[in-house]
């Protein structure tokens, strides 16, 4: 059975970096496209960066030039490196699959998320 387990939450101040981490068990890792998604307080579930399993990675605009979402394969995790965090970046953050390049298609149970909070 599939299992997410999410890491790398904290505070940290606007202007900071944060990496987060996504360990993969199950088969899904290596079928699927996978990504970050996250919720912030009182809104929906919104996915912010994608990677292919050829490598192939997109962004939601609002994450652009300062996220990076790098797999791992052989540790079948997943990261999301977080540059110059906005106080819009707080929110819990939940990997899942995805497919094709940016499109939401989550296929296994969602984990327990890591909490961001962008604070000064």
């Known amino acids: 059975q599939e299992q997410l387990v999410e890491s790398g939450g904290g505070l940290v101040q606007p202007g900071g970096s944060l990496r987060l981490s996504c360990v993969v068990s199950?088969?899904?890792?290596?079928?699927?496209?996978m990504g970050w998604y996250r919720q912030a307080l009182g809104n929906e579930r919104e996915l912010v960066a994608t990677?292919?399993?050829?490598?192939?990675?997109h962004y939601a605009d609002s994450v652009k030039g300062r996220f990076t979402i790098p797999r791992d394969n052989a540790k079948n995790t997943v990261y999301l490196q977080m540059n110059n965090v906005k106080p819009e970046d707080t929110g819990v953050y939940y990997c899942?699959?995805?497919?094709?390049?940016?499109?939401?298609?989550?296929?296994?149970?969602w984990g327990q998320g890591t909490q961001v909070t962008v604070s000064s």
């Open positions: 899942n699959t995805t497919r094709g390049t940016f499109t939401v298609y989550p296929t296994a149970a």
């Open positions: 990677i292919t399993s050829g490598g192939s990675k």
């Open positions: 199950g088969s899904i890792f290596s079928i699927y496209a």
